[in-house]
């Protein structure tokens, strides 16, 4: 079965400051991973996916940037937070031979 | 483009009422099409599929068929329980190397 693990799974920022949110996923080989955003009473956002170790596709221009250091890993990251950037993040994953995708449980980030 | 589009929340019914949330979708190709249920404070889970025309997934008391001449996906579910609040997002997605695409979600409340 796969598992996606993310952390931390609340976090708080004051504005200007780093971030890095860790997911890494068990049980799949190559995995297409993802990464969305969850705005308060908004939908999901598709922030970043990736298909293999040091390929990212960008879905949106804004000032976090992503990262696939080894086949399971994958962390987004910002270099200064802005208030925009409050939300609940989700990581995710497909198997290479499947369609549907597979959750992580989620960070809550609050920027203030 | 590829677009999913669900009714507007927030939906309240009472408990064992019936429920249809409504989700049609605009696709270049032919979609593979989903149900997710998101529980407070959680990451996604998947509800149902359907891959092919007149498909009919279900799962847990829900269901939805694929209809390819009204490119719809409904959701129904007979008698609706209080532990089925939550939000629901429809989804679509072409192929194995291409992001899901998320219709924007619709909150449902269930009262006792």
């Known amino acids: 079965s796969q598992t996606i693990h993310q952390w931390p799974a609340t976090l708080v920022q004051p504005v200007g400051s780093p971030l890095s949110l860790e997911c890494t996923v068990e049980g799949t080989s190559n995995p297409n991973l993802y990464w969305y955003r969850q705005a308060a009473g908004r939908g999901l956002q598709l922030l970043f996916y990736?298909?293999?170790?040091?390929?990212i596709s960008s879905e949106v221009p804004q000032n976090l940037s992503a990262s696939r250091p080894q086949d399971r890993q994958f962390i987004l990251s910002s270099k200064k937070l802005l208030l925009s950037d409050s939300g609940f993040y989700l990581c995710a994953q497909t198997r290479p031979t499947g369609l549907e995708a597979f959750f992580g449980q989620g960070t809550r980030l609050t920027v203030v | 483009g590829n677009s999913v589009t669900q009714m507007e929340g927030p939906v309240t019914l009472s408990e064992e009422a019936f429920l249809t949330i409504n989700c049609t979708y605009t696709?270049?190709?032919?979609?593979?099409l989903f149900w997710y249920v998101q529980y407070p404070g959680e990451g996604l889970q998947l509800l149902l599929k359907?891959?092919?025309?007149?498909d009919k997934g279900s799962n847990k008391g829900f269901e939805a068929t694929y209809r390819k001449e009204t490119t719809s996906f409904h959701l129904e579910k007979g008698s609706v329980q209080v532990s089925d609040s939550a939000v629901y997002f429809c989804?679509?997605?072409?192929?194995?190397?291409?992001?899901?695409?998320f219709g924007k979600g619709t909150r449902l409340s269930v009262i006792a």
């Open positions: 989804a679509l997605v072409l192929s194995g190397n291409t992001p899901l695409v």
């Open positions: 359907a891959t092919k025309a007149d």
């Open positions: 990736s298909v293999g170790i040091g390929q």
């Open positions: 696709a270049t190709g032919y979609p593979s």
